[in-house]
């Protein structure tokens, strides 16, 4: 079966997998590996090594269309349980059939910064906030 991965339909966002937020957008987190240069004896310069099982740290971007109450709610200083419920559109390229898949994330995190955005009329406030996931 060839699979197409087309788009996202729509998500939600849960904390503690119970509270419903209403976010415009989700940032996910950048997931990198730590490395080390490795330069000596034998070796012709020098080279980058990933060191298996250890990550940069990690940040995830709620952005909120206006300064809402969830959006300072998160931002308690403790650990929150986002998660994100997604409706995914995927087409079977042999039978030609279009699927929703169900995908979910889910991150423990800590708020880092809250930026309540700006307020003029007929516009969004673009409110976000930043958090360090665990």
Do not use: W
Request: one cysteine or more.
């Amino acid at each position: 079966m060839a699979k197409i991965n087309e788009t996202v339909i729509n998500f939600q966002v849960y904390e503690n997998a119970t509270e419903y937020y209403g976010m415009a957008e989700v940032g996910l987190p950048e997931i990198s590996n730590i490395t080390n240069e490795v330069k000596g004896a034998g070796i012709s310069g020098t080279f980058e090594s990933v060191v298996l099982g250890h990550l940069e740290a990690m940040t995830l971007t709620l952005n909120f269309r206006t300064l809402v109450r969830d959006a300072v709610a998160l931002h308690e200083p403790r650990d929150h349980q986002i998660d994100l419920r997604v409706a995914q559109q995927d087409k079977n390229t042999v039978t030609g059939q279009t699927k929703v898949v169900a995908l979910k994330h889910v991150f423990v995190c800590k708020p880092k910064k809250l930026n309540p955005g700006k307020v003029a009329p007929a516009t969004p406030a673009d409110a976000s906030g930043e958090y360090a996931v665990t």
